[in-house]
């Protein structure tokens, strides 16, 4: 079964930009949570969707916004962006998001803001 | 509020035993987790604890103790490869998939 992947796995851009990050579950979950990590904060929920609904959101600005599509791959889009949301993304993926449903992260989307 | 503690740093040697310590203050508590994770890699699932007690799985072990909002992850025959960050993430009182974690506790396993 393939893992949760991420793309792109790397990208530059400059202040004021924006930039859209994917996510692809493992076959089969529907919940779909995506991180922030930096070193000084370390992991940050941003938000979780489950079934195209956005179910939960962390304590960050609206120019961090996510979808869901219809298949569970999920998009986040940070727009305007600083030089402080330079960050390792992350995306987890698991069944339903409930109980002791196990979360799988993705590899991760690096993003440098110059 | 949200708060998880954990050691920044821990050294240790091949063969030995460590145990990495969480403590945590959550609004409701639904279930703590550990993560490892290698330098420039995801995390990876290594325990999960929602009752008090011990849970063992081969080499590592995870104790959770809510009344004192306590956790630790123990590691037996330290291995090299053992050398990684360990992530302490706590599930909050609504249930969903919403983890807070601590800021990891880097391992430095030595021969």
């Known amino acids: 079964k393939a893992g949760v992947t991420q793309t792109p796995r790397y990208l530059i851009k400059t202040r004021g930009q924006q930039v859209t990050l994917s996510c692809s579950p493992i076959s089969g979950h529907r919940s779909v949570s995506w991180y922030q990590q930096t070193p000084g904060q370390g992991l940050q929920f941003l938000f979780e969707?489950?079934?195209?609904?956005?179910?939960n959101k962390g304590n960050f600005p609206g120019r961090f916004s996510g979808r869901q599509f219809s298949n569970s791959r999920s998009e986040m889009n940070v727009s305007t962006l600083e030089l402080g949301d330079s960050a390792l993304y992350l995306c987890a993926s698991s069944l339903s998001g409930l109980g002791e449903d196990t979360q799988y992260f993705g590899p991760g989307t690096r993003l440098t803001v110059l | 509020g949200q708060n998880i503690d954990q050691p920044t740093e821990m050294t240790a040697t091949e063969g030995a035993i460590v145990q990495i310590n969480c403590t945590y203050q959550t609004s409701g508590f639904n279930g703590l987790f550990w993560y490892q994770q290698h330098a420039g890699e995801a995390p990876t699932f290594l325990s999960y604890n929602v009752l008090d007690g011990l849970e063992e799985k081969g080499r590592f072990s995870s104790f959770l103790s809510r009344s004192k909002g306590y956790s630790y992850l123990l590691l037996k025959e330290l291995q090299m490869k053992d050398s990684a960050s360990y992530l302490c993430?706590?599930?909050?009182?609504?249930?969903?998939?919403?983890?807070?974690f601590g800021t990891g506790t880097r391992l430095l396993v030595s021969p």
């Open positions: 969707y489950f079934s195209e609904t956005q179910r």
């Open positions: 993430a706590v599930r909050d009182g609504t249930g969903f998939q919403k983890l807070v």
